[in-house]
């Protein structure tokens, strides 16, 4: 308990820290640069709390960070602006105008409620075929998302989510999503949940109803991603259905691979460690385009950079910077051990 | 009659095109147990050499076979870069490595070559119409259909008769037990590698034949349809993934011509979730394949 208890204080500590950190350097780039780091660890965190606890690789949480900014989007954009926004609006929904943050809360709530119709079958599956259909749902709901013109506007962008996330929100669900993760993770369910990931087998013959369990795990991610996608949704105000697919799923796995998908502690230094390298390759990028290298514009650069960093840690470390113990349970094992020999 | 003619050249072109994809993503798979994400951009591999080689005064066919040659290299590069270091440590490392490889090759695209779409050189037998039975048809789609054929009777004689392609099935059947019978794992696998990018760059031929033109999300859509028809077919039966290539074109021909555009829109969605629903149902797929051993 007590290890957890530091682990919680060193991450949450190390988010206010950039938070702060962000915010006395006074320039609006580290403000959005601090703002989507505390989205990314919301969605990471979201990711972790499923395939850190069941070992299952998923592909599908971009689809639910989609449900949930559409479904924000839709329950706040001003009533007067959905005439333009969304002209095929269903019209019980076209008087409806929430404040973003209750449409927050609502959003995260739908996507874990989509998660949980569409999941519950599928958690009986494992290894290849686990990823296989976790791909196929991600390619459902990213067409889905581009073709149900009435509700998302099509693959066309939606204009004028009304702006209501600032860092310190942004940073608050960060907080509350790490708490949610260390308490999953150290719950009943999330312990029994682990113990099918490393022996499936042995964790069915004491008892543990798998396909439960994962699904359990599986709302609470869709429920954290939801939110992510929604606060996401209320800082760039506007986004098409693109922004919820392949590029941004390679985003978030690549944070919590090279983190460490087994540990918290491993998703946070990766989101950490992710966000800073891609901040300033696409700040190289920039000036690179600037100066004018090539005739073509540079991009990709950040894309290659990131796989050849996520193969390199898959090779030297397959568990990640954090395969195993928390970063609570490490500094209380190096205290304990500097006490014994002092 | 026009009308069956017609649907039956579309399905069975389409079904021939699939039906390829879905070999060489289960070719690797039944071996392995394991999927390459990096698939499609074997086919992606293709379309960029015979771009980069259109300049070149050589006939169409010997510009075919290098790129065909390259998708070949980039998939034993796959075993290589992707698979191998991690094969032994876990599955979900060996997906993550792949998908990051697929990443890796999609944006080299995008910033040595171009975002744009990019013509590449096709025969005019491409571009003709041939009129069977009163339908009239593409020349490419019989293109497709032969080569389908030609390709699939091949690749069953190297199955079946040659030391490599039993060498194979052994593989798939029981891995640790071919190993122990002397059968080299890593030539195994690599062969399988080659094999899967030699059908990804022809059918990558044919397929960009359509459009005539290469981007860096080209191989997104055939990786997607192999898997379906893996899926549908069995995933780890050679000739399941034949029969799903063509089951998918079937329903895919028949949507297109029966359903209102208003839902054709849907289609991807539709076909998806038959994908879920088949695999909930028989998670091993319409064909059992051979019994299954470990994975090293």
């Known amino acids: 308990m007590k290890h957890n208890l530091i682990t919680f204080c060193v991450l949450g500590g190390l988010i206010l820290l950039a938070v702060v950190a962000s915010q006395l350097v006074g320039i609006r780039l580290y403000d959005r640069v601090a703002t989507n780091l505390c989205i990314s660890l919301t969605l990471v965190l979201g990711l972790q709390v499923f395939m850190g606890n069941s070992g299952i690789l998923s592909f599908a949480h971009m689809g639910f960070m989609g449900v949930g900014a559409y479904a924000s ?16 609006l269903y019209p019980f929904l076209q008087g409806v105008q929430l404040s973003p943050y209750v449409a927050m809360a609502v959003s995260g709530l739908v996507a874990a409620m ?3 119709i569409v999941s519950y079958p599928l958690m009986r599956l494992s290894d290849a075929a686990a990823v296989i259909t976790s791909f196929a749902l991600l390619v459902v709901l990213y067409t889905v998302m581009t073709h149900w013109s009435a509700l998302t506007n099509g693959p066309r962008t939606l204009f004028g989510v009304p702006k209501a996330t600032d860092v310190y929100l942004a940073a608050l669900v960060a907080l509350l999503a790490l708490l949610a993760a260390i308490a999953f993770k150290e719950s009943r369910t999330g312990k029994l949940l682990r113990a099918s990931r490393d022996d499936e087998r042995a964790a069915a013959a004491i008892g543990a109803r798998i396909p439960q369990l994962r699904w359990r795990a599986f709302i609470l991610a869709a429920l954290f991603t939801g939110i992510g996608g929604a606060l996401w949704g209320h800082f760039i105000t506007s986004f098409s259905p693109r922004a919820f697919y392949l590029k941004e799923t390679f985003l978030i796995l690549s944070m919590l691979v090279i983190g460490g998908a087994n540990t918290v502690t491993g998703a946070v230094v990766g989101t950490f460690l992710v966000t800073a390298a891609y901040e300033s390759l696409r700040g190289l990028e920039g000036v690179l385009n600037e100066a004018k290298v090539t005739n073509e514009p ?5 894309e290659i950079v990131l796989a050849l960093a996520m193969m390199a840690i898959l090779v030297l470390r397959p568990g990640g910077l954090f395969p195993t113990r928390e970063v609570g349970a490490l500094l209380a094992r190096r205290l304990r051990r500097q006490e014994e020999s002092g | 009659m026009t009308f069956a003619i017609q649907f039956l050249i579309d399905v069975l072109s389409l079904g021939g095109a699939y039906a390829l994809m879905a070999l060489g993503l289960v070719i690797v798979y039944g071996i392995l147990r394991l999927v390459n994400f990096a698939y499609g951009e074997l086919i992606m591999v293709a379309g960029y050499t015979l771009f980069l080689i259109s300049g070149s005064p ?3 066919l010997v510009m075919a076979a290098v790129a065909v040659l390259m998708a070949v290299v980039a998939g034993i590069a796959t075993d290589y870069i992707a698979f191998r270091p991690v094969r032994a440590k876990s599955v979900t490392a060996v ?3 792949s998908f990051a490889f697929s990443t890796l090759l999609q944006n080299a695209a995008l910033l040595f070559i171009s ?3 990019r013509v590449i050189p096709l025969p005019d037998l491409f571009s003709r119409t041939v009129e069977i039975g009163g339908a009239i048809t593409p020349m490419r789609n019989i293109v497709t259909i032969v080569a389908a054929v030609v390709l699939l009777a091949l690749f069953a004689l190297l199955m079946r008769r040659t030391v490599l392609g039993i060498a194979m099935r052994a593989a798939a059947t029981n891995f640790t037990m071919a190993r122990m019978l002397g059968v080299p794992a890593n030539l195994i696998i690599s062969s399988a590698f080659a094999i899967s990018g030699f059908i990804a760059g022809v059918v990558g031929l044919l397929w960009m034949g359509r459009i005539g033109t290469v981007v860096p999300g080209i191989g997104l859509e055939p990786l997607l349809v192999a898997f379906i028809a893996t899926i549908i077919g069995g995933m780890r039966s050679l000739t399941g993934a034949v029969i799903g290539g063509f089951v998918l074109a079937f329903i895919d021909t028949s949507l297109n011509y029966t359903l209102p555009q208003e839902l054709l829109k849907f ?3 539709f076909t998806f979730s038959l994908v879920i629903l088949i695999l909930l149902w028989r ?3 319409l064909m059992r394949g051979p019994a299954s051993g470990q994975r090293t």
């Open chain 2, 58 to 60: 050589l006939p169409w």
């Open chain 2, 283 to 285: 998670p091993e797929g």
């Open chain 1, 298 to 302: 540079v991009i990709g650069l950040t």
């Open chain 1, 73 to 88: 989007a839709v329950l706040t954009i001003p009533a007067q602006m959905k005439g333009m926004a969304l002209p095929d």
């Open chain 2, 267 to 269: 289609r991807d969605a």
């Open chain 2, 95 to 97: 997906l993550i490595t």
């Open chain 1, 114 to 116: 989509v998660a949980a």
């Open chain 2, 115 to 117: 975002p744009r779409p």
